[in-house]
């Protein structure tokens, strides 16, 4: 459970980290907290908007594009500033979420980091009191605006999901066709209601979500909240600010799939899957499951000793690394084969043309 504490200084650094801004206090303002910068960033976000609404278009990410937002001293600080470098995406999640980096940043270049996204497919929803579950595929949230449902069984969606770059609270309100919001669009809150990202599943947040998003609201907000937890806090003021959750659209169509953890407890189902997959066991569900992976929540409380949670998260990311190299590997034979097949084709259009020239030359002859 991420506390308000823990929120507090998340937000702070994460901000710094991202923004190659460093504090004189821990407590300064984001990039938003000047006019000028907060005009620049909303024509940034305006052309940005623009520019995807157009079309699909490719983002390159690289382990440099993404931070991990946890907590870290004055001293990491500084030398965070001192590398100068710039972030586009910020991992949030509990200090047990396991992340596959290589689904991450395959996931992450089909969005643009300068428009404000909070992207899951993981949420806690309960529209009555006392019925909450997670991951629940209920929640309100937004599918990319560019993303192409029509390859996929219309029978499997829970809802009409709308489309949004960025997803906005007014957009999920307004094509509210379940009676879930009231004229205010008021989100649910605890205890009489939940919608929120799981902490332990984890987020995705961009640069633009942090522009778009000052640290001194946030701070504001989640002092004038009673909620549960950080997960709750954060996705509470950031509807309060007018953005919603992104689902990345493949388990909006796959019930049984999760890209952000399969919850609510199976943390061993998917160290099986690699298990099988390992031993040449994985069908195609299997296949696909495992390669948009993004992330695990290993629920580190349960095990006996920290360290026992330690050596499972050593022995899954091993397993995952595993199955992707396997994945490379298998994957390069096949462009090798395609290859020697071309190779075969055109030697034996070169030998029929031969062939065909030299009839021609024995027929010239006669």
């Not at 449902?149 to 609270?169: E, H, I, R, V, Y």
Request: charged share 20%; net charge negative; hydrophobic share 45%.
């Amino acid at each position: 459970m991420i506390t308000k504490a823990v929120l507090y200084a998340t937000l702070t650094i994460s901000t710094a980290l991202l923004l190659d801004i460093l504090p004189a206090s821990v407590q300064a303002q984001s990039l938003a907290a000047s006019d000028a910068a907060t005009q620049s960033a909303q024509a940034k976000l305006a052309a940005a908007t623009a520019a995807q609404n157009a079309g699909r278009k490719k983002y390159p990410v690289t382990r440099e594009d993404i931070v991990v937002a946890m907590p870290v001293d004055q001293a990491h600080l500084t030398v965070a500033h001192a590398s100068r470098v710039w972030r586009k995406w910020l991992l949030y999640g509990d200090d047990d979420t396991v992340w596959f980096m290589e689904s991450v940043m395959r996931l992450l270049q089909d969005f643009d980091p300068d428009l404000p996204y909070f992207i899951t497919d993981h949420m806690w929803w309960a529209s009555t009191p006392g019925r909450a579950s997670h991951p629940n595929p209920e929640a309100p949230r937004c599918l990319p605006c560019d993303f192409d449902d029509s390859k996929f069984d219309q029978s499997l969606k829970p809802f009409n999901a709308p489309k949004g770059c960025p997803c906005t609270a007014q957009l999920i309100c307004e094509t509210d066709d379940r009676g879930i919001f009231n004229q205010y669009c008021d989100v649910p809150k605890a205890p009489m209601s939940t919608y929120s990202m799981h902490g332990g599943a984890g987020g995705i947040i961009s640069v633009g979500m942090l522009r778009a998003v000052s640290l001194d609201y946030m701070e504001k907000c989640v002092k004038s909240l009673y909620s549960t937890g950080g997960d709750a806090f954060i996705s509470i003021c950031t509807w309060q600010a007018g953005y919603a959750m992104t689902d990345p659209g493949y388990s909006f169509f796959h019930p049984d799939v999760n890209m952000f953890d399969p919850g609510p407890e199976d943390r061993m189902g998917n160290m099986m899957k690699l298990v099988r997959a390992l031993d040449h066991r994985c069908d195609d569900i299997c296949q696909h499951q495992l390669t948009n992976m993004l992330t695990l929540h290993v629920r580190s409380r349960v095990f006996p000793q920290l360290e026992d949670a330690a050596q499972f998260i050593k022995a899954i990311i091993g397993m995952y690394d595993v199955f992707m190299e396997n994945k490379r590997i298998k994957a390069a034979q096949a462009v090798a084969n395609l290859v020697e097949v071309d190779s075969t084709a055109a030697a034996a259009a070169v030998a029929a043309e031969a062939a065909a020239l030299q009839a021609d030359v024995q027929v010239s002859l006669c």
